[in-house]
């Protein structure tokens, strides 16, 4: 569905056409009159009060002329639902599920979501800059993504191929997480929130815009849960082995800093975040149940954003960027020849790399818009290595730095008042495996003023990353010779507006993945990652949306997804037929109390050895209140309401084919604004 957001229109001295939404400030929006938008020319359709989005064609453009299906999460959506995460956030969004095998969170979408892989199929943005990391390529969104929840504006989730303007990683889909400005924080912020499981979180933000143009936004947070005392897995419930019991082994740690100064066209933005996680299911046959077992993300990141807008309806973006990440597991494993009886291997992996992109948008007629640009990525320092730490005895060690150039172009043409066409492609290459060329075509009809029509065709790659191509570790086999897998798709989404504020879409796809990147197994029994398979898939996605008084809300979704590999026309594992979604946020009180609730439905899913997943009901409540005391906000949220107890799908690497989910929780979150 389209999620009924803020309006953004243009700040002071940028006209709204040109304006990145990551620098909009929503608090100056005005409302415009209801017009008749058959006798609109394109760009007065743009004026319309409607969602924007900036992520499906990277400008500022109306959801309705936008060429894909998009939804957009507020930040008021995440204080009344309660969300804590981005994964949590995405989790309500229609036709999208997540999964956790206590280490990590995975994003699916359109029913693909291959157990163990790092959501290497979506591309992760921060106000446009790419989070995808540049070892394993994933898409971190649990309390590992390197941003914290409370410096989100919105979030905009566009569904398809986005290779076309994006390249590598935009292959279900993009998510640009759009941050605060210090403007809207004006002055200093403070959080604190206590949960379940001894989970506490403080959070100081401070933000301001001065007369002199001038913005500035600072935050700072940490957060550490113990995690359950105990965890049964009944996989390893033998002597030796604590009957199965793994105790005070999930404990996490995380700390985020966050930095953005706006003026004069720039936009200088950076974080740091570290993420300690300990891992209690023993993956890739550890001890059980021994301490040491952890992973450790950390992520440091700048980015140097200037925009300007020229005479003549030109106008020019350009960025420069640096980032860093470094991975380390520690996995112990038992010796039965000689004391202590365990060693511990280390995974150690780093990721250097800066880029440069640029891009120009040209108005025509006031009708039409020209975009095209280059993006230049050089990963300088691409680091693996595996090793035994005592006695030290090393596997593998690798440094396999790498570059790619993309250029892209796109026309956005109103071919009449009420009808859009919008076509654009990208060249990439690679010096490891060559060029990719991707195109999107999409027709906007707006049947009338209520009803539009779409019908969008894209493809998109994702290039084979450094840990596919290159890892030789205990057990795996390089294979430097892999190549990009594809996908090309298909859809028609029709968008409708219905008396009393309702809003429905509902939206048909069919995708087709060639080349599939899969882990297989050599003749030597070691795991070797292959262009092994080629996937179907098709479904439906609907959704009715009602926004009402003093920020009220009520939200149902149904998706209706197969996918199936196509050579043995078998279902894939983790892939739910069947997605249902509801929210409502309903004001007890003015615009002071809120009671938010929410329901997920997922049908059941094969694992990965073709057991069966049960179906689950998971109910979250939040109680928010704002400005019942000057400054303050306070929620109260309970996850989980009924303890519903459901799992999901192990990977390759875990003895257990589910591994079981977090029952009931709460957290009290208090936020004073000074």
């Known amino acids: 569905m389209i999620l009924a957001g803020a309006v953004l229109l243009g700040s002071e001295g940028c006209p709204m056409g040109w304006m990145n939404a990551a620098e909009m400030d929503p608090r100056s929006l005005k409302e415009t009159p209801s017009t008749n938008v058959l006798t609109m020319t394109f760009d007065e359709l743009l004026e319309v009060n409607v969602d924007r989005v900036y992520s499906a064609s990277k400008y500022d453009q109306s959801v309705a002329v936008a060429p894909a299906s998009v939804s957009i999460v507020t930040a008021d959506e995440i204080k009344r639902l309660g969300y804590r995460t981005l994964s949590e956030a995405l989790n309500g969004v229609r036709g999208i599920y997540t999964s956790y095998d206590r280490s990590y969170t995975y994003l699916g979408i359109r029913g693909f979501n291959r157990p163990g892989d790092y959501n290497t199929r979506v591309l992760l943005l921060v106000d446009g800059h790419r989070i995808n990391e540049p070892v394993y390529g994933g898409a971190q969104i649990g309390t590992e993504f390197p941003l914290d929840i409370d410096q989100v504006e919105r979030i905009e989730v566009v569904r398809g191929p986005g290779s076309s303007i994006y390249g590598d990683h935009a292959f279900f889909g993009v998510v640009n997480v759009i941050t605060r400005t210090g403007s809207q924080v004006n002055g200093v912020e403070a959080s604190g929130e206590y949960g379940h499981w001894d989970a506490y979180k403080g959070i100081l933000t401070y933000g301001k815009r001065w007369t002199n143009g001038w913005d500035l936004l600072l935050s700072g947070s940490y957060y ?64 059980f149940n021994d ?122 043409v109103a071919l009449r008042t009420n009808l859009v066409l919008n076509a654009g492609a990208r060249f990439d290459y690679y010096d490891s495996f060559g060029g990719e060329v991707h195109p999107r075509i999409g027709v906007v009809y707006q049947a009338s003023e209520n009803t539009t029509l779409k019908l969008l065709y894209g493809s998109a790659f994702r290039a ?88 009220g809300l009520a939200r149902i979704s149904y998706a209706l997804q197969t996918a199936e590999e196509t050579e043995n026309d078998t279902e894939l594992s983790n892939s739910p037929q069947h997605l249902i979604k509801a929210s409502l946020v309903a004001p007890l009180y003015r615009d002071k109390i809120y009671s938010g609730l929410e329901m997920v439905y997922q049908s059941a899913v094969w694992t990965q ?66």
Do not use: C
């Open 464 to 551: 084979p990353n450094a840990f596919e191509r290159f890892y030789a570790g205990e057990g795996y086999t390089a294979n430097p010779g892999l190549d990009p897998e594809t996908i090309s798709t298909y859809e028609l989404a029709w968008e409708q507006k219905l008396p009393a504020h309702l809003h429905g879409t509902v939206s048909f796809y069919y995708y087709d993945i060639d080349r599939l990147i899969s882990q297989t197994e050599d003749s030597a029994g070691n795991i070797v990652y292959q262009n092994a398979e080629s996937i179907q898939a098709y479904g439906l996605e609907t959704g009715l949306e009602n926004r009402f008084g003093q920020g």
């Open 291 to 412: 301490p040491r077992t952890r992973d450790i993300d950390e992520r440091p990141y700048a980015d140097l954003k200037f925009q300007h807008e020229f005479a003549n309806d030109w106008a020019l973006t350009a960025r420069t960027y640096f980032d860093y990440y470094r991975y380390q597991g520690d996995f112990p494993y038992l010796a039965y020849e000689q004391p202590p009886y365990s060693y511990l291997n280390r995974d150690d992996a780093k990721g250097m790399e800066w880029g440069l992109d640029l891009q120009w948008v040209k108005g025509i007629a006031d009708r039409h818009k020209l975009l095209f640009g280059m993006e230049y990525r050089n990963l300088f320092e691409i680091y693996q290595r595996n090793a035994d730490l005592d006695p030290r005895h090393e596997y593998f060690s690798s440094d396999e730095p790498s570059q790619n150039v993309g250029l892209f172009a796109q026309a956005e």
């Open 609 to 674: 050895h073709w057991r069966r997943a049960d179906d689950f009901v998971v109910v979250n409540w939040t109680l928010f209140s704002q400005k019942l005391l000057k400054n303050l906000e306070v929620s109260a949220s309970i996850y989980n309401l009924f303890d519903t107890d459901y799992a999901s799908p192990g990977a390759s690497e875990h003895l257990q084919e589910m591994i079981a989910q977090d029952g009931r929780g709460f957290r009290v979150k208090i936020t004073y604004r000074f």
């Open 224 to 287: 550490e849960s113990a995690g359950p005392e105990d965890l049964y897995y009944p996989e390893f419930a033998f002597l030796g082995n604590n009957l199965g019991v793994s105790e005070d082994n999930d404990h996490d740690q995380t700390k985020h800093l966050f930095l953005k100064i706006i003026n004069y066209g720039l936009t200088l933005e950076g974080g740091y975040s570290y993420r300690e996680k300990g891992i209690p299911t023993a993956p890739w046959e550890t001890a």
